[in-house]
């Protein structure tokens, strides 16, 4: 059973960094795209970032330039470096794993990230 565990949220002023880090288990990792997505109180959750399995990436526009995520397959883990954080990117960040045929998706339970203005 795919098992995705996130972690590194907390609390950080404005202009702060933060990086995310979700270890998966359960799978071939190497065979999920991965995904950070973001949920604020009250709203959808959204795409941040995402990584196929064969490295390339995609970023939401108001994330591009201050976030990268990336992937380190021996270790079976994705992470999300957050530069130059802002209020808005306030919310509950989930890890998402989706498998290349599309025939498998698990997320994780989620992290709190707070930015303080």
């Known amino acids: 059973q795919v098992q995705l565990v996130e972690s590194g949220g907390g609390l950080v002023q404005a202009g702060g960094s933060l990086r995310l880090s979700c270890a998966a288990s359960g799978t071939n990792f190497a065979n999920y795209a991965m995904g950070w997505y973001r949920q604020a109180p009250g709203e959808e959750r959204d795409l941040v970032a995402r990584i196929t399995s064969g490295g390339s990436t995609f970023y939401a526009d108001s994330v591009q330039g201050r976030f990268t995520i990336s992937r380190d397959n021996a270790k079976n883990t994705v992470f999300l470096q957050m530069n130059n954080l802002k209020p808005e990117d306030t919310g509950v960040y989930y890890c998402?794993?989706?498998?290349?045929?599309?025939?498998?998706?698990?997320w994780g339970q989620g992290t709190q990230v707070t930015v303080s203005s």
């Open positions: 998402n794993a989706v498998r290349v045929d599309w025939k498998d998706n698990h």
